[in-house]
């Protein structure tokens, strides 16, 4: 069965440096989104994608992220200058028109850790 | 605004006891809800969804509108359920976003 995959699975970096957290959609969707879950938390929308778009955008998904389809098979979230409150498990998932009801895929995440 | 609240963070029964975990919603529109479950070291899955009245792995929910509820239940509970459990919130197809509750532990004991 086709899956969400996402890399890396976990990414360490500095405050203020600039991450790029992929994720590869199951190939005939056409919705994209991403989600986060900082530690204890709930899981948080952040902006969904569609038709090389963002259609919707949460309070979180401000002017240091961006997200970004370079090819027909990544979907990218960039963070510009990484705060240590970023620090928490990302999410993306798809989902299409022709899967029943909508229902939307989760990869398995990547953890971001800011220092 | 819409929101999805588990009052419990942990619920912990024994192996073939019924278990309910508990979900309330507020949001002034029809909207779609869902259960997802998050095994150990897995990924987050849909487990079932409202509309479908479908029950999945023995789990049943049942949309109760007028208590904005959407409880999760199951009548004999088995080692393997245990897992994170998140009910999430659809406003409309159109509107895919989903909004979790914090969700809820349920551990099953031997």
């Known amino acids: 069965e086709p899956e969400v995959t996402q890399t890396p699975s976990h990414q360490v970096t500095q405050m203020g440096q600039e991450v790029i957290l992929r994720c590869v959609p199951i190939s005939n969707h056409l919705y994209f989104y991403w989600y986060r879950q900082i530690l204890g938390q709930k899981v948080e929308f952040l902006v969904s994608?569609?038709?090389?778009?963002?259609?919707?955008k949460s309070e979180i998904f401000d002017d240091q992220f961006s997200v970004e389809r370079p090819d027909g098979s990544n979907f990218t979230l960039k963070i510009r200058s990484t705060k240590l409150e970023d620090s928490a498990m990302y999410f993306c998932?798809?989902?299409?028109?022709?899967?029943?009801?909508?229902?939307?895929?989760f990869g398995p995440g990547t953890r971001l850790t800011v220092t | 605004a819409q929101r999805v609240t588990q009052p419990e963070k942990l619920l912990s029964v024994f192996k073939g006891a019924p278990v309910e975990l508990k979900c309330n919603y507020s949001?002034?529109?029809?909207?779609?809800l869902f259960w997802y479950v998050q095994y150990s070291r897995q990924r987050l899955q849909l487990l079932l969804r409202?509309?479908s009245r479908e029950s999945i792995k023995g789990f049943t929910a049942d949309l109760n509108k007028g208590e904005t509820s959407f409880h999760l239940k199951k009548p004999f509970a088995q080692e393997e359920d245990s897992a994170m459990y998140y009910c999430?919130?659809?406003?409309?197809?159109?509107?895919?976003?989903?909004?979790f509750g914090k969700g809820t532990k349920l551990s099953v004991k031997p």
């Open positions: 994608f569609y038709n090389n778009e963002i259609s919707e």
């Open positions: 409202h509309i």
């Open positions: 999430a919130l659809r406003r409309s197809r159109s509107q895919g976003n989903l909004i």
């Open positions: 998932a798809s989902s299409s028109d022709t899967a029943k009801h909508y229902e939307q895929y």
């Open positions: 949001y002034s529109g029809s909207p779609e």
